[in-house]
């Protein structure tokens, strides 16, 4: 097991493992290192990924730096490793929305939480991550992401998943591919709330998708986030029409 490490915007690197066995192609499991002057990591990775992901950190920052840490939801992938993170960083808080603070890491977190409320940000210095709740998208009702102000960098955890082994960053098409992975895993809460969800996010203008599972995307953020909230609409008008499922 390989964890490649990519700068896919200015001091923010990608640290992804690729696990040939889940699902048909494959799928990259991806973490996001701000390297800011109080350094943040977005995702944990499950525990059986700690040692070769946290090696990949280590080359960037040396993990005592490590401020904080945020994921998007409570899942093995996004926070599984959690308190291995916490042991070896002792200067780091865990950081997540009011709801998941609530329900699971006032109960469960080795260290006391910091709670961030919708629209918070988080000053780290040189860079500035925004909280934003995002409750059931893509799934679970603590579900939240940041969005990193000063480059432009959406961290949007499972949104666009695809699977493979595809490059860092692309310019190309993640719509296709994300429709093609939602429609085979079905991991998104189909709710009214989803399409108007996403949209909120397109109004950000991000320059940068920092994406989970598959590539990164540079470009127009906006058009690819409005494509991926017209599908959800369509795909829930469906489900909702007589006949269709
Ligand atoms: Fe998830
Ligand atoms: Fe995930």
Known sequence: METKVNE???????????????GPK????????????????????????????????????????LRFIAFSHIEADECGALGEWLDAAPGATVTHGAIGCAI????????????????????????????LDTPHVPHCWDAGL??????????????FTHGGDPAAVTSGDIVGPAVAAEKQFGFTALTPAAGATIRRLAALRPQTLAV??????????????????????????????????
Not at 107 to 128: I, M, T, Y
Not at 221 to 245: C, H, I, M, N, W
Request: charged share 20%.
């Open 26 to 65: 494959g799928l990259t499991f991806n973490q996001f290192l701000v390297a800011a002057a109080e350094p943040l990591l977005f995702h944990c990775g499950q525990r059986a990924l700690f040692p070769t992901v946290s090696q990949a950190a280590g080359r960037i920052i040396e993990l005592e730096r």
């Open 104 to 131: 699971w890491l006032n109960d469960q977190s080795p260290r006391p939480p910091r709670a961030l409320a919708d629209g918070e940000v988080l000053d780290l210095g040189d860079r500035r991550v925004r909280r």
């Open 146 to 159: 940041l969005y990193e102000e000063t480059t432009g960098t959406l961290f949007t955890s499972d949104l």
């Open 212 to 245: 989970m599972h598959g590539s990164s995307f540079s470009g127009d953020a906006a058009t690819v986030l409005a494509s991926l909230a017209d599908f959800y609409d369509e795909a829930l008008q469906k489900a909702g029409s007589p006949g269709t499922r």
């Open 8 to 22: 896919i915007a200015e001091g923010i690197y990608r640290l992804s493992t690729f696990l040939p066995k889940v």
